[in-house]
């Protein structure tokens, strides 16, 4: 493994991140703009920001589903760009992901749908067993034997929440994981992300459009355009702060004190 120096407690580095796409007859567009960003292990951060602003090519970076054309990306002291092809599968196989439609196979039941990721692998643990955890953890063990089309949906999302912990990954990222289901299901969808946290101690980003949940994160960047304008630790905010921050305004009426602002 190729080791970059960092702190302990530091899971995610980015330096002067940079990712653009080329299109055809157009000028290549920039996903992500000199964005560079340090995330401290068990935090729960929120990544906000308007449609196309960059959330999703942040996360793909992260899983080592792409790479950047300039700067680095390294978790847990590894460089992501140095891995080789079987050591990039390798490290996604211990990252959780969740996504906004919840991809769960239709015609396997409860638990196989939470083991799948790790069916093709021998594993050193019983699947079955750390599959029925999980499903406690999420609160659907009496669920287990049944398909996901019995399911609600945020039923359907506690399941791909379990599936993405099967490996025990340090590193969780979910991609508008709140974003098919109704106000009430994507909070408690939230609330069990940071539940899970707690037990854990595992690390999440989490793409969201949502300002709502966003602010019951431990801290919300706000991307716009590829770049990081904002960046706020939720526990530092005054109640009035925290209420302006879920009505996507940037600061409270002058009087208020200030964000304190995280370095990057
Ligand atoms: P978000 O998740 O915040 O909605 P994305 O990260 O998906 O934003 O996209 C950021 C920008 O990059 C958008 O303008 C999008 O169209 C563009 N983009 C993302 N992926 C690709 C791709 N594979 N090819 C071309 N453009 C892309
Ligand atoms: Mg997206």
Sequence with gaps: MHMVESQADTLIV???VVRRFEIADRRPLTALDHVSLGVRRGTVVAISGPSGSGKST?????????????????????????LSHSEQAEYRRHIGFVFQ?????PALTVL????????PYRTEFDKQARGRELLVAVGLDSRERQLPSRLSGGEQQRVAVARALINRPSLVLADEPTGNLDSATGAAIMDLLLTLREQLGIT????THDLDIASRCDRML???????????????????EATWRRLGRLAPPAGGSSATRLGS
């Design 204 to 207: 999440i980003m989490v793409a």
């Design 112 to 119: 196989d749908n939470v083991i799948a990721p790790v069916l």
């Design 58 to 82: 942040l996360l793909h970076l992260l899983a080592a589903l792409d790479t950047p054309d300039e700067g680095t990306v390294v978790v847990d002291g590894q460089d992501l760009r140095r």
């Design 101 to 105: 439609r919840f991809h769960l196979l």
């Design 14 to 16: 980015l330096e002067d």
């Design 222 to 240: 706000r991307l716009v355009d590829g770049r990081i304008l904002d960046d706020v630790d939720m526990a530092s905010l005054s109640e009035p």
